[in-house]
């Protein structure tokens, strides 16, 4: 908890879209993490199912501080900033140089 987390909007608009802060990561069985989250998720029970399908337990992260950038940073502009930047498939640790290079542009 604490760390930021950016939300890299991959198809089609290769841009970094908004920042949040990480409040609380929890890990519970199914039907008790379905109880705790069913509120909040924005997905319908049937979505949450077939997002864990197979699973026994899943995770639920929650954010604070959620800001959509007013100005997305474009996956070319990233790779000026960042040489060599190429974008996650599903997650993606910054430096901190590299974090702190990304949220002097934002806007």
Avoid: M
């Avoid at 399908?53 to 959620?66: H, Q, R, T, V």
């Avoid at 502009?77 to 060599?84: F, T």
């Amino acid at each position: 908890s604490g760390d930021n987390l950016l939300f890299y909007i991959s198809s089609p608009d290769k841009h970094l879209g908004a920042i949040a802060k990480i409040q609380k990561i929890t890990a519970s069985k199914l039907d008790l993490l379905w109880e705790e989250v069913k509120d909040k998720a924005s997905v319908t029970h049937e979505e949450f199912l077939t997002y864990f399908e197979g699973k026994d337990s899943g995770y639920a992260i929650y954010f604070s501080k959620l800001e959509k950038f007013d100005n997305p940073i474009e996956l070319n502009y990233i790779r000026e900033l960042i040489p060599g930047f190429t974008a996650p498939q599903s997650f993606r640790y910054f430096s901190p140089h590299e974090l702190k290079t990304i949220l002097s542009v934002r806007c």
